[in-house]
Structure formats: structure tokens, C-alpha cells
């Protein structure tokens, strides 16, 4: 079984930047793909970022493209979102989730999630 573990959230200034960090074990990092998800208070859940560990195929929502970027290192079985130029919009909790096969936005397709952080953008 696949275990995530989520950090790197915390209490920033509007223009500022966070690195988010999905450390994954349990299982062969590369057959996964791992999205990012957020879900601020009164919202659903939307699909931030993912990514396949395979062959690197990534998505970003519109709304942070330009502002984040994902990567993984394979060595760390880690994958981080790299988050500039934050915005008071984008306050949410941020999990980590992870699918066998392929990128997907959508949080359906997800069969495992670590714990949230918390990311508060202050304007």
C-alpha cells in the first residue's frame, strides 16, 4: 500500500512562495502518478497539479499556471509543488494523492491521499 505524506504549507504574504513536498512510500514510486488537490472552506476539491512519474507528463489547473510548478525527484521518491507569486485565492488545503498509471485531475481517480496542509495567503 501507498502512504503520502504532505508538508510544506504555512502562512504567507500575497506575491509570496511555498514549496509543497509529497514524500511517497510503500510501493514502486514509478508506477504512479501523483496529483496535487486543494479544497479551501464552503469548496469543492479541485486538482491543482499532477504528474507521472513515468514519463513526466504534467497538468496544471488554469488558474496557477505560470505560478506552480511540479517536479519529482526519483532518488527521494518525493514529489514537490513549487508555488510563486501566491495569491490570497489560492488558501486551501493542499493534499497529495496517488493513482496507478497516468496523471488525472480529477480527486475520483485517486486511491490514495496523505494528510492535508494547510497554505494561508495573506493580502
Known amino acids: 500500500e501507498v502512504q503520502l505524506q504532505a508538508s510544506g504549507g504555512g502562512l504567507v504574504q500575497a506575491g509570496g512562495s511555498l514549496r509543497l513536498s509529497c514524500a511517497v512510500s510503500g510501493s514502486s514510486f514509478d508506477d504512479y502518478a501523483i496529483g496535487w488537490f486543494r479544497q479551501a472552506p464552503g469548496k469543492e476539491r479541485e486538482g491543482v497539479s499532477g504528474?507521472?512519474?513515468?514519463?513526466?507528463?504534467?497538468y496544471y489547473i488554469d488558474s496557477v499556471k505560470g505560478r506552480f510548478t511540479i517536479s519529482s525527484d526519483n532518488n527521494k521518491n518525493t514529489v514537490y509543488l513549487q508555488m510563486n507569486s501566491l495569491k490570497p485565492e489560492d488558501t486551501a488545503v493542499y493534499y497529495c494523492?496517488?493513482?496507478?498509471?497516468?496523471?488525472?485531475?480529477?480527486?475520483?481517480?485517486?486511491?490514495?491521499w496523505g494528510q492535508g496542509t494547510q497554505v494561508t495567503v495573506s493580502s
Open positions: 494523492a496517488a493513482r496507478g498509471g497516468l496523471v488525472k485531475s480529477t480527486s475520483y481517480f485517486y486511491d490514495y
Open positions: 504528474i507521472s512519474i513515468s514519463d513526466g507528463n504534467t
